[in-house]
């Protein structure tokens, strides 16, 4: 395999592998159907570029270079003779839209024999198949992998833990801004039909079948018309499967898998930020308001609004990765500071269980059912100063919402 080398914003070389297939493209009678584990190559892989992005709904990335055969990932590692740490990224997009393995085409599905769902978290189930099978060759440790996600990554994260299907692949998690034990709409097979309608496979006796057999470009077309004007939407999402044979994601809805201990006994932890939805929340109430102008929030984002002030939804991944939308970090900045300090928090829990500093064992301490512990990163001061407490932050809405709904 033919990787390239990098040098990170430390100094460290870091040795990259991009577009590394794990999967056999879901392409005509695979589309709509679990993953098949990629067959071997002969020859060298040519890994240096990020390959395709799935078919998706152009909000936030441009002129992407998008095809099906977007069954990917991406490895980078310091030290390839290793025996690191592996961290395991699943990004946000609402299952709509992002790069290197969106899956807008994956997620969509019947709840029927011939289409029983859930592809796109069984495409991250074969995923960590080839981790645990191929990481060690790239400097990794297979039985010390951290799943750890944003946004809809993070409920794809949270439905690992209850899922059979992963049990034992991984052995620590993170979550970001979301979760599977939120209330989310469970209407992928409505949507699927819906879609069916529009592409034209409405009539058939078969729909599954006359959806593998249309182009692909014509379903994100059709996926599109539903987008616009909408920022936030989750159509497309786990399903609890019935039984016809196959290996099943989930059988029931993750919140009854909690509630009966049926779930990974793993070290997890959960963050948000203070200001989490509020950026959200009006697209939510006011939707149809905002149809005029949507496109360019989503596409000249900083010209419109360049500061927004307080840590909204997804702010806190710009200091975890390097995103050019987010500018370049100075050495010896305020933001450098944040920066060290989360990816020494994820870092430190990724390989041990504990986010703590050698030496301040009380700074972040867990939960578990005998109280609450919460910690948080003051970033205004610019220092990351971290400060404790026992009292949920949105305990008080929690009571509004209780009184106004009688829960």
């Not at 991944?317 to 920066?339: C, H, R, W």
């Not at 939960?367 to 932050?393: L, Y």
Request: a negative charge.
């Amino acid at each position: 395999m033919k990787g390239v080398t990098l040098e990170s914003q430390k100094g460290h070389t870091i040795y990259t592998f991009r577009g590394i297939p794990y999967a056999e493209p879901p392409i005509g009678p695979l589309r709509f159907k679990d993953p098949v584990p990629k067959s071997k190559w002969s020859g060298v892989l040519d890994a240096t570029d990020d390959g395709f992005t799935c078919p998706q709904y152009e909000v936030l990335f441009k002129n992407l270079n998008q095809s099906e055969d977007c069954l990917i990932l991406n490895v980078y590692s310091r030290n390839l003779n290793g025996n690191a740490p592996v961290m395991f990224y699943l990004h946000g997009g609402g299952h709509l839209f992002g790069t290197s393995n969106s899956n807008t085409l994956g997620p969509r599905f019947t709840g029927t024999e011939e289409a029983t769902g859930n592809y796109l978290f069984k495409d991250v189930i074969l995923a960590l198949k080839w981790v645990r099978d191929n990481i060690k060759s790239f400097g990794g440790n297979p039985e010390c992998v951290t799943v750890f996600g944003h946004s809809a990554g993070s409920l794809q994260t949270t439905t690992l833990l209850v899922s059979p299907l992963s049990r034992g692949l991984f052995h620590r998690a993170i979550g970001m801004g979301g979760s599977s034990t939120a209330t989310h709409s469970l209407k992928s097979k409505y949507w699927t039909m819906k879609m069916a309608e529009d592409i034209g496979c409405g009539n058939e006796a078969n729909v599954i079948e006359c959806m593998r057999k249309v182009p692909w470009e014509t379903i994100r077309a059709a996926s599109n018309k539903w987008e616009e004007g909408s920022l936030i939407t989750l159509r497309f999402n786990f399903e609890i499967e019935q039984d016809f044979g196959q290996e099943i994601y989930l059988s029931a809805h993750p919140n009854e898998y909690f509630e009966n201990g049926d779930f990974e006994r793993i070290p997890i932890m959960m963050s948000q930020t203070k200001n989490e939805f509020e950026c959200l929340a009006a697209f939510v109430f006011y939707s149809e308001a905002f149809k005029p102008i949507i496109e360019q929030v989503n596409t000249d984002f900083e010209k419109i609004a360049p500061a927004l002030y307080g840590a909204m939804h997804g702010d806190e991944v710009q200091y975890l990765f390097n995103f050019k939308e987010a500018g370049y970090i100075e050495p010896g900045s305020k933001d450098e500071t944040i920066m060290d300090l989360m990816t020494g928090i994820f870092t430190r829990f990724a390989a041990t269980g504990n986010p703590n500093e050698p030496g301040k064992e009380d700074m972040w301490k867990p939960s578990n059912s005998n109280g609450f512990s919460m910690a948080f990163i003051d970033i205004p001061d610019g220092n990351g100063n971290i400060q404790t407490g026992n009292k949920d932050p949105a305990e008080e809405r929690y009571r509004i919402w209780d009184e106004l709904f009688n829960l």
